[in-house]
């Protein structure tokens, strides 16, 4: 059973940093690929940053690149999204997604709520 539970968003200045952590029970870093999804009210639901299960490459949206990052604790199990430099652009609910490599099985969180704002 796959279990994804998001946390760290919150309300942050323009400018500033915040870190989204994803506790995947039920995964295998090994065979899933894990992303960070984000939707904006009255927009869809867009892809943010993947991290590929078998090699580890990174994946990033062209409007995020350089300013965040995403990455894994094998131990715990813990997929994090680091972000920086926030604009009031960024502002969403973020999900974290696990996708099966073999079979194509996706599982999503209940999502975290960014807010960018002054």
């Known amino acids: 059973q796959v279990q994804l539970v998001e946390s760290g968003g919150g309300l942050v200045l323009p400018g500033g940093s915040l870190t989204l952590s994803c506790a995947a029970s039920g995964v295998h870093f090994g065979l899933d690929t894990m992303g960070w999804y984000r939707q904006a009210p009255g927009k869809e639901r867009e892809l943010v940053a993947s991290l590929e299960a078998t090699f580890g490459r990174t994946n990033y949206a062209d409007s995020v690149k350089g300013r965040f990052t995403i990455s894994r604790d094998n131990a715990k199990p813990t997929v994090y999204l680091h972000m920086k430099d926030l604009k009031p652009e960024d502002t969403a609910v973020y999900f974290c997604?696990?996708?099966?490599?073999?079979?194509?099985?996706?599982?999503w969180g209940q999502g975290t709520q960014v807010t960018v704002s002054a």
């Open positions: 997604n696990a996708r099966r490599v073999i079979g194509g099985s996706e599982y």
